[in-house]
């Protein structure tokens, strides 16, 4: 039986996947904060693990993860959160919160995970295409995952000696309790069930990134790479229509 860790698996795409992985027959370890939502859904299934611990705290999350001796043929990384500057408004709390989370959240899992990394391992982790233009209000988000994009594409380049693959995820807009919060336009919103399955699909081909919806996730790419000026220009345009 093939085992998969998956964090943040409280809510949202983390929840879906693990409901996914799980229906499919896998050995899930759902991880999360909230004990008495991952147990609500897990009671029952005879392959799910529940670990609750808070990823933002180093010594915690190794206490949970680093007694386990056994490989994970998956590891996806996939807790997080967002919250938005007004008016260009730097506030390094904000911006703390969100990198802890974001970024530290998932560097946490992995030092506590690698001493049992193993060839043929598959790590993804968990960008946003909020990474891939400078969006209003997204300050902290944005770069929170444009770090996690670069941590991603130098972790493949330098793991690719012991046989592990890594893999980047970079959602649009998906439904879940952090998004319900937005007070903007979102186009081609998915669902958690949809999400789920694009991701599920491309890392079973253990793409380098795996990035939907297409065509919204496409049209992103094109604007980030035009010239700079152009894309703010462009930027600038969408989001005051929106």
Same mark, same amino acid.
């Given at each position: 039986?093939?085992?998969?860790l ?5 809510s949202g795409?983390?929840?879906? *996947? ?8 896998w050995?899930?370890t759902?991880?999360?904060?909230? #004990?008495i939502?991952?147990?609500?859904? =897990?009671e029952?299934?005879?392959? #799910?693990?529940?670990? @609750? %611990? ?5 010594? +915690? ?5 680093s007694?386990?001796? *056994? ?5 996806i990384?996939?807790?997080g ?9 730097? $506030? #390094?709390?904000l911006?703390?919160?969100v %990198?802890?989370?974001n970024?530290?959240?998932? *560097? ?6 690698? =001493?049992?990394?193993?060839q ?6 968990m960008?946003s295409t ?7 209000? +997204? ?13 991603a594409?130098?972790? @493949? ?9 890594? @893999?980047?995820?970079s ?6 309790? *952090?998004?319900?919060?937005? $007070?903007? #336009? ?11 399955? @694009? ?5 079973a081909?253990k793409k380098?990134?795996?990035h %939907?919806?297409k065509?919204?996730?496409? %049209?992103?790419k ?16 969408i989001?005051?229509? +929106?």
């Amino acid at each position: 039986m093939k085992r998969v860790l998956i964090t943040g698996a409280t809510s949202g795409i983390g929840l879906q *996947l693990a409901k996914d992985y799980a229906g499919d027959g896998w050995d899930v370890t759902a991880c999360g904060r909230n #004990v008495i939502a991952l147990q609500t859904w =897990a009671e029952g299934r005879d392959n #799910v693990t529940v670990l @609750s %611990f808070d990823a933002t705290n180093t010594e +915690a999350t190794k206490a949970a993860l680093s007694n386990d001796s *056994l490989s994970y043929d998956l590891i996806i990384l996939n807790a997080g959160t967002c919250e938005y500057i007004d008016f260009g408004v730097i $506030d #390094v709390s904000l911006f703390k919160r969100v %990198f802890d989370i974001n970024l530290f959240g998932v *560097l946490n899992c992995i030092e506590a995970l690698q =001493a049992n990394f193993q060839q043929g391992n598959h790590l993804a982790l968990m960008g946003s295409t909020a990474a891939y233009l400078g969006l209003p209000r +997204a300050e902290a988000y944005g770069a929170s995952k444009a770090a996690v994009s670069y941590l991603a594409r130098s972790l @493949s380049v330098d793991l690719e000696h012991k046989g592990i693959s890594v @893999s980047l995820i970079s959602p649009g807009f998906v439904k879940t309790p *952090l998004t319900d919060k937005n $007070d903007f #336009v979102m186009p081609m919103l998915v669902t958690p069930e949809e999400a789920s399955a @694009s991701i599920r699909h491309g890392l079973a081909k253990k793409k380098a990134e795996v990035h %939907f919806p297409k065509k919204f996730t496409c %049209f992103l790419k094109f604007l980030s790479s035009l010239p700079m000026a152009i894309q703010l220009a462009l930027v600038r345009k969408i989001t005051r229509k +929106a």
